[in-house]
């Protein structure tokens, strides 16, 4: 089992920019990749990022392509979310999460179901 602990959340204005961490200790050796959801009120989660951890590509959401960047430091055992440009949209819990599964696209590690291990989220919030 992989532990997950986010970190990073806040509040910001509309345009600013936050940095969330995600660090991951147990059995990271087994993860494939790690991803961030987010959750806004009465929403479902929904798949924002996902990073492969052995080469390091990245899938994103039409909605925050250009402005988020997802990115993993392999010797911290760390992931990021760089977000910029932030709108009230974004504010939402986000989560990060692990997944020991192999997938051969991208489709799968869009969802929810593919990850095994979740951290507890941080809170996002954004002012207009």
């Known amino acids: 089992q992989v532990q997950l602990v986010e970190s990073g959340g806040g509040l910001v204005q509309t345009g600013g920019s936050l940095r969330l961490s995600c660090v991951a200790s147990?059995?990271?050796?087994?993860?494939?990749?790690m991803a961030w959801f987010r959750q806004a009120p009465g929403k479902e989660r929904e798949f924002v990022a996902f990073i492969r951890w052995g080469d390091g590509t990245t899938t994103y959401t039409d909605s925050v392509k250009g402005r988020f960047t997802i990115s993993r430091d392999n010797a911290k055992n760390t992931m990021y979310l760089q977000m910029s440009s932030l709108k009230p949209e974004d504010a939402a819990v986000y989560y990060c999460?692990?997944?020991?599964?192999?997938?051969?696209?991208?489709?799968?590690?869009?969802?929810?179901?593919?990850?095994?291990?979740w951290g507890q989220g941080t809170q996002v919030t954004v002012s207009s």
């Open positions: 147990g059995r990271t050796f087994s993860t494939v990749a």
């Open positions: 999460a692990a997944s020991t599964i192999p997938c051969s696209g991208d489709r799968c590690y869009r969802a929810l179901i593919w990850y095994q291990s």
